[in-house]
């Protein structure tokens, strides 16, 4: 029992995911202080308050809090959005770089353009 549970932790989707957690909260915080120090000021030089929770209700009902949690969640997303952007043009060079052919596929792709030229020979006869 003590070896499957080895296995099942150091398998690399295990620690891809717990690689990804510690990052996504490390992550959040900053997203968190863009939004609190940053954006949410300049919204407030807009509106005049960035209060949401408690300036936006409606007999009881918070609907400002609702706001501010879509508000969050739109930075949040866009943040990410551009980060996997800026990521992905920095890897992918690095990628295309040490993407080499497969052995098989380089014999397959011979073994189709010889079959075609077979045939082709065989159609001019």
């Known amino acids: 029992m ?18 990804a957690v510690v990052i996504g909260a490390a992550f959040g ?5 863009l939004v609190e120090n940053i954006i949410m000021p300049s919204i407030a030089l807009m509106f005049g308050n960035t209060d949401f929770a408690s300036d936006w209700a409606y007999m009881g009902i918070t609907y400002g809090v609702f706001i501010q949690a879509v508000i969050d969640f739109l930075i ?14 920095l890897t992918r060079e690095r990628f295309a770089a040490e993407e080499t052919e497969d052995e098989q596929l380089v014999l397959l792709r011979e073994i189709r353009d010889a079959l075609v030229r077979d045939d082709e020979n065989e159609r001019q006869k």
Request: hydrophobic residues 65%; glycine residues 2%.
């Open 2 to 19: 003590w070896q499957e549970f080895k296995d099942f932790i150091l398998r690399g989707n295990v620690l891809d995911l717990a690689v």
């Open 76 to 89: 949040i997303a866009a943040a990410i959005f551009i980060f996997i952007k800026v990521i992905n043009k």
């Open 29 to 33: 915080k900053i997203i968190d202080a």
